[in-house]
């Protein structure tokens, strides 16, 4: 176990404030109870189940025109498989029409492979109490994922680094409502491309006890993600175990590379779990309109999930999308806008009629600081996701400037929002206690609760408080020093930073990471493309 103290509560505990309103009474005014929130005497939050049903955007009508559209396409149009013979017979097997790369599939065929796949599955982290369940009624948070950018505590824009990449992995493990660690919460260029994967994965294991994920730039990056984690969980264990996640994008419109389907095998014959995600740029890369789109979607998204089925029957599989706008003016992206939300929440509506678990949202945005545009464009997305009933919720926290970086003081700023969705999920509470009757027969007409014996017994838990926001006064934000949010959350950042402690590592297991890590850097030159 680490420092911080797990809990399954999900009120003040989930900004990691409960010690500074403990000692509320001990002197020092606001500007201390700040400094108290901003130390971190953390609980970590378990993975949400959700207490709040999910919105259905589209009636069973729509679904039923879109999946048959969908069908038709799979059927007349098809799917290329590029560059992966062995994918190509295997379909061949299952009865497919191939011709050439182009996979043509009969009505239904995926929609049967598919039903081997499990609806809900356990991630298992190294700490027990860090495991997550994918699928169901849960939710599970995610960092940022993929940036060749940071933005540093010094407010610098540059090229990642491989010490980046360790401070996100830290602040995420510090962070009680960021369930994962994540994969490549930012790209270090400073490592060869064929070596870096690597130290990712060994930095997730040594800086983190929580569930992360595995690397897909090659099918051979793939299969060392899996003996890394081997030689944490056992051979055997993971095997029937899944213990890794992993990002498969299909690079939309309508097609699975090599590289993509190399990683996605070698994952789904090792009984780890892979996110199916199209990459749709609407506009660009599928249709201007989101019945179109979702039509799209669930071509790519389907035949892929399926074919993890084909590999390997039973293997955990989630079903993703990433979808954002284009400018027609521009033609940049856009995030936060109402299309790529109808898209998410029209998927995750598939996702619940095929009983498998669903991957999209986050917290996205374009802006290029941690502005007004970064919060309403990520609350734009969080909410539709959190409402859409999203189970796997990658880049929850430090996206900016439309995935080219990765933002410290951002990363805070979402965790705090995210601990927020966090009690909104949990529900009302319906029990005695939650119904405060006794509350209200105590105040009568005309008083005020303050004081009353269920406030008393209520006020540490009873709201989400912001480490993050400032609500006092003009006078008292000024006296303190008229800090803006994201030099709150800068200061958080580094504050739990000086407090990590790193979990504890078997050394054995750790001396034979970097044996595994050695051997396999010694025997292949640097590559940087």
């Not at 499990?118 to 948070?141: C, K, L, M, W």
């Not at 490549?184 to 491309?193: I, R, S, Y």
């Not at 099918?219 to 996640?245: I, T």
């Not at 309403?376 to 859409?388: I, K, V």
Request: aromatic fraction near 8%.
């Amino acid at each position: 176990m680490s420092d911080i103290e797990l809990t399954g509560g999900a009120g003040d505990e989930a900004s990691g404030v409960s010690a500074g309103r403990r000692n509320r009474g001990a002197g020092g005014g606001a500007s201390a109870r700040r400094q108290a929130r901003s130390v971190p005497q953390l609980v970590s939050l378990p993975y949400i189940t959700r207490q709040i049903p999910p919105t259905d955007i589209l009636s069973q009508e729509a679904m039923d025109i879109i999946e048959a559209n969908a069908d038709t396409l799979m059927e007349e149009v098809g799917v290329e498989y590029r560059d992966d013979a062995e994918a190509l017979k295997l379909w061949k097997e299952a009865g497919a029409d191939v011709k050439g790369e182009r996979v043509h599939f009969p009505k239904g065929l995926c929609r049967e492979l598919m039903k081997t796949a499990p609806s809900q599955f356990t991630q298992y982290a190294r700490n027990p109490a860090r495991n997550v369940e994918i699928g169901g009624p849960h939710t599970v948070f995610a960092p940022v994922y993929g940036p060749p950018f940071v933005r540093d505590l010094e407010g610098q824009r540059r090229y990642a680094t491989i010490e980046d990449f360790r401070t996100f992995v830290k602040l995420a493990y510090m962070a009680p409502a960021m369930h994962h660690s994540g994969g490549t919460v930012c790209e270090p260029v400073d490592v060869p491309v064929n070596k870096r994967h690597l130290d990712m994965i060994y930095s997730h294991i040594r800086y983190s006890d929580k569930p992360f994920m595995g690397s897909v730039t090659a099918p051979e990056r793939a299969e060392d993600s899996v003996a890394m984690a081997e030689m944490v969980f056992g051979k055997e264990f993971v095997d029937q175990n899944c213990v890794l996640v992993s990002l498969v994008n299909c690079n939309s419109p309508m097609v699975l590379d090599g590289t993509m389907l190399g990683a996605l095998k070698a994952y789904a014959k090792a009984n780890q779990a892979s996110i199916i995600s199209p990459f749709i740029v609407g506009g660009a890369m599928s249709p201007v309109t989101v019945a179109g789109t979702l039509t799209q979607v669930l071509c790519e998204a389907t035949s892929a999930i399926a074919f993890t089925q084909l590999c390997r029957p039973g293997s955990p599989v989630i079903f993703g999308t990433f979808a954002t706008a284009i400018s027609m003016q521009s033609g940049a992206p856009s995030f936060g806008t109402p299309e790529p939300a109808q898209v998410l929440m029209g998927a995750a509506q598939f996702a619940r009629r095929y009983n498998l678990p669903f991957r999209s949202g986050g917290a996205l945005t374009g802006s290029k600081l941690p502005d007004a545009q970064a919060a309403y464009e990520s609350a734009n997305t969080l909410w539709p996701a959190m409402m859409g009933g999203v189970n796997f919720m990658l880049h929850a926290a430090g996206w900016l400037e439309g995935g080219l970086v990765s933002a410290f003081d951002k990363f805070i700023m979402d965790c705090d929002q995210l601990a927020a969705h966090q009690k909104m999920a949990g529900g009302i509470d319906m029990s005695e206690n939650g119904q405060a009757m006794s509350a209200i027969r105590e105040v009568g007409p005309g008083s005020h609760y303050l004081g009353c014996t269920h406030t008393r017994e209520n006020f540490q838990s009873a709201f989400h408080v912001s480490n993050v926001a400032d609500n006092n006064s003009f006078e008292q934000w000024e006296v303190e020093g008229g800090k803006r949010t994201e030099e709150r959350a800068n200061q958080i950042a580094r504050s739990w930073l000086d407090n990590y402690h790193a979990p504890d590592l078997d050394p054995a297991i750790d001396e034979g990471l970097k044996d595994f890590i050695k051997q396999k850097k010694d025997s292949m030159p640097d590559a940087f493309t």
